[in-house]
């Protein structure tokens, strides 16, 4: 792994000694230096580096001030000569900060901190990659007439709950399943993403929605109420599906 870098500082010595150091460190390679930070903005805006060895004392444009047009994924160590502005280096991106004159084993023990950073962001980059989601069921298994009965979830309209039983109506089936459980079972059995409670009694799968009429969800000649309490959720659940407007 190597980290692509950029040298910016108004004095042409302490640029050439960054360069000599960047060139001996086989983990850098060097993009470009540039006297001026109005010189890199528009380079760095288009393509920009891993890393960015930045002076703060310059003419036009001060590394602080430079330092907050960055892109974020630009990661910063600052080069100077002066330790006041050493606070202020550290409410950017700024991984490290050098005071001048720097000596070559100050300068890679810097460059060293900003590679294990990086590191540790592939890591996590990798971690999140190598994890995969959990597949969601396509089905379920619910006890009906002293039976376990199969249901395709993609076939669930909505679910009505009684007491301690459940009605499961499925589409194109005339009768609905009867099932000896609660709702809240039944909720934590289906998955959020598809389907969504709307009323104490009644839940339903948000693919199936096709009318809204006055808060009550039509399902064939069967209306599905909305209630207060289940109001807010439902409608943020249909506007982030982009299914409906996000109102009334």
């Avoid at 470009?32 to 036009?60: C, K």
């Amino acid at each position: 792994m190597k980290l692509t870098c950029t040298i910016i500082d108004d004095e042409p010595l302490a640029v050439s000694l960054l360069e000599t150091y960047v060139l001996k460190t086989p983990f850098l390679e060097l993009r470009g230096t540039y006297n001026s930070a109005i010189n890199a903005l528009s380079d760095l805006s288009i393509a920009p580096v891993d890393l960015l060895f930045l002076d703060i004392q310059m003419p036009e444009l001060n590394g602080i001030e430079f330092s907050r047009l960055l892109p974020e994924n630009i990661r910063i160590i600052f080069t100077t000569a002066f330790e006041q502005y050493a606070l202020d280096s550290y409410k950017v991106n700024a991984l490290d900060y050098l005071l001048k004159p720097i000596s070559y084993p100050d300068f890679l023990k810097s460059a060293q901190k900003a590679m294990q950073w990086y590191e540790m962001l592939h890591q996590k980059e990798q971690t999140k990659v190598s994890v995969p989601e959990k597949a969601e069921p396509e089905s379920i298994f619910v006890k009906a007439d002293r039976k376990l009965i199969q249901i395709e979830l993609n076939k669930i309209l909505y679910i009505e709950g009684l007491k301690d039983y459940v009605k499961i109506y499925i589409e194109g089936e005339s009768h609905p399943v009867l099932s000896l459980m609660s709702m809240k079972s039944m909720e934590e059995m289906l998955p959020e993403s598809r389907f969504i409670r709307v009323h104490r009694s009644f839940i339903v799968q948000s693919e199936k929605i096709k009318v809204i009429d006055r808060n009550r969800i039509v399902f064939g000649k069967e209306y599905i109420p909305i209630s207060d309490s289940y109001k807010d959720k439902f409608v943020e659940f249909l506007s982030r599906r982009s299914l409906f407007p996000n109102k009334e």
